[in-house]
């Protein structure tokens, strides 16, 4: 049984920076699988932060991570971390880590697997 969980998330000021890890457990040794980030925030949509390949190929939602935020993962542990910098309150949100079987990143959630519970990251102004 493949679990997802995420660790990392708090409240910062704006201007701040916060490191969120997610680590999977129970995929299989042959698997191939990409990981990504999502976040909701109060009354939105989920939406696609960013997420990486087994490969280390790459994707960010440009609209708000591109520049602020980096995705890395390590293989041998299973596990994607977010480097968030430069936060502002927009960023406030439940932020998701998903797992998606398969080969390259994918921004659609119906397209991943496996989710973890979410984490919450406050920026307060």
């Known amino acids: 049984q493949v679990q997802v969980l995420e660790s990392g998330g708090g409240l910062v000021q704006a201007g701040g920076s916060l490191r969120l890890t997610c680590t999977a457990s129970g995929l299989t040794f042959s698997s191939v699988y990409a990981m990504g980030w999502f976040r909701q925030a109060p009354g939105k949509e989920r939406e696609f932060v960013a997420g990486?390949?087994?490969?280390?190929?790459?994707?960010y939602n440009y609209d708000f991570a591109a520049g602020r935020f980096t995705i890395s993962r390590n293989n041998s542990k299973n596990t994607v971390d977010l480097q968030m910098n430069s936060l502002s309150p927009e960023d406030t949100a439940v932020y998701y880590c998903?797992?998606?079987?398969?080969?390259?990143?994918?921004?659609?959630?119906?397209?991943?697997?496996?989710w973890g519970q979410g984490t919450q990251v406050t920026v307060s102004s």
């Open positions: 998903a797992v998606r079987r398969g080969v390259g990143v994918r921004d659609g959630a119906w397209e991943y697997d496996y």
């Open positions: 990486i390949a087994e490969n280390g190929g790459y994707a």
